[in-house]
T-cell receptor, first 108, second 112 residues
């Protein structure tokens, strides 16, 4: 089973701060997905990155796929309490295996 | 609106009972999944089905079995529930076209 390590495991910050979370593997992926899970809900897809070096922006969220397509990062600018949740990465594949997750708490 | 529906939001069962968790999707997806989510442990794959009557073990299949008799329905079975199977269970589906996964609301199972 491919292993996706996410870091940090937990992150607790104040509103307005910037943060970056990471998703790393020793495997090469054809694409990588990022999901966010809010308390009491199932995960929801945020973005899929496909090309090595690709950068995608979703409002205050910036996603980057590593050049070698083994890793990815998610940067949040000026975090808000609504960003609170569990952030998960997963390779785009029929068999969906998620990374270990980063639990983010943003305090007002 | 696409939908994955799990039969129960909350369930309490006794140790040793046979438990069925049902999941239905309306998107004609080939792939369906059952995950277990425990505090601090993310989502762990129990079983995966890529077609009717086809299944593949995930990372933690012990103590579980699955059934997929129809494309839209994927059932998770706990043959003899134990207290260490108390958890949140999430069902999901995706297609091979985009791999975007859609999740149900989850079933919080408590085994007493």
């Amino acid at each position: 089973t491919q292993l996706l390590e996410q870091s940090p495991q937990f992150l607790s910050i104040q509103e307005g701060e910037n943060l970056t979370v990471y998703c790393n593997s020793s495997s090469v992926f054809s694409s990588l997905q990022w999901y966010r899970q809010e308390p009491g809900e199932g995960p929801v897809l945020l973005v899929t990155v496909v090309t090595g070096g690709e950068v995608k922006k979703l409002k205050r969220l910036t996603f980057q796929f590593g050049d070698a397509r083994k890793d990815s990062s998610l940067h949040i600018t000026a975090a808000q309490p609504g960003d609170t949740g569990l952030y998960l990465c997963a390779p785009g594949a029929d068999k969906l295996i998620f990374g270990t997750g980063t639990r983010l708490q943003v305090f007002p | 609106d696409v939908k994955v529906t799990q039969s129960s939001r909350y369930l309490v069962k006794r140790t040793g009972e046979k438990v069925f968790l049902e999941c239905v999707q309306d998107m004609d997806h080939e792939n369906m999944f059952w995950y277990r989510q425990d505090p601090g442990l993310g989502l762990r794959l129990i079983y995966f089905s890529y077609d009717v009557k086809m299944k593949e073990k995930g990372d933690i299949p012990e103590g579980y079995s699955v059934s997929r008799e129809k494309k839209e329905r994927f059932s998770l079975i706990l043959e003899s529930a134990s207290t260490n199977q108390t958890s949140m269970y999430l069902c999901a589906s995706n297609s091979g076209a985009t791999y975007e996964a859609f999740f149900g609301q989850g079933t919080r199972l408590t085994v007493v």
